[in-house]
């Protein structure tokens, strides 16, 4: 995570379970859709970035889905998969800078 600049959240937060994605309105206009496949790549949990770190291989179904979304304080988002994993807390900041990369 580039930058720790306050981000002020979106707007709205839907999950499109049909389309496998999560939608995010940001209040300068921006929507963006994220995949919840990139979402679950983009983990940023200590087990995630160990395991990149060290070069470990990460098997990743490319169906993954979310399968709850509960809001982390006023800070972001945590995501539930449906592998199972749960730990990685995504930051408003982390889930703009994403956003702008599918942009």
């Not at 839907?14 to 999560?22: A, I, M, V």
Request: with cysteine.
């Amino acid at each position: 995570m580039a930058n720790q600049i306050l981000i002020e959240p979106p707007k709205e937060v839907r999950l499109k379970r049909k389309l496998n994605e999560l939608e995010l309105s940001w209040p300068d206009g921006l929507t963006t859709r994220l995949s919840c496949l990139m979402l679950r790549k983009s983990c940023a949990c200590s087990h995630c970035v160990q395991a990149k770190r060290t070069g470990r291989l990460s098997l990743i179904d490319a169906d993954v889905k979310v399968e709850r979304v509960e809001l982390s304080g006023v800070s972001g988002l945590q995501f539930f998969f449906s592998d199972g994993h749960y730990r990685g807390l995504y930051p408003w900041a982390f889930l703009r800078e994403l956003s702008e990369q599918v942009s």
